[in-house]
Structure formats: structure tokens, C-alpha cells
């Protein structure tokens, strides 16, 4: 088939839930639809963002200034990740 057991593992290593050696997990709400879903089940993905105008960002670019990102991590509900492609 073509696939190798280490790209299997790597591509669902962000997924797997490991239900029963975590206890209780912390409770999250997901970043679309606002379920509460356990953290070790919900997908995150991490979003980084400029708080500043486009204008004034390429501006300062020009300038040679270095801009630094917020990064923010969102949790998504199984079926909010499916329905967006997340996973």
C-alpha cells in the first residue's frame, strides 16, 4: 500500500485518546460550536496571529522591524474538525 508503520503512527499521534490511563480529564470548549469536550479528545490546532493593521504591517516590514505572532491553541469538537477537514 505504500504506507510504513512509522507515518502511520506520526499522522494519528495527535489523535489517539488514551482513555484509561489519564483519569479525569480536563474539559475544554470547543472554539466553534462551544460543546464541552474532554481535552485529551478534543483536537487542537494553534493559530498565530498579528494584532496590527495590514497597512501598517507591511509598513513596518519595509522598515526591517520584526514582527512576533500571538499564539493561540483552539480546541475543536470531533465533529467540528471533521466537518472544517481538521482530521
Known sequence: ????????????SGITRRKGQSGRAVVVECAIC???VPRDKA????????RL?????????EKGAKLHGVSRIL???IS????????
Open 53 to 61: 493593521d495590514r497597512n501598517l504591517r507591511e509598513l513596518l516590514r
Open 43 to 50: 483536537v487542537e490546532k494553534r493559530r498565530r496571529s498579528l
Open 75 to 77: 480546541y475543536y469538537c
Open 34 to 36: 462551544g460543546a464541552k
Open 1 to 12: 500500500m505504500g504506507f510504513t508503520l512509522r507515518e502511520v503512527s506520526r499522522s494519528s
Open 80 to 87: 467540528c474538525a471533521k466537518h472544517r477537514k481538521y482530521i
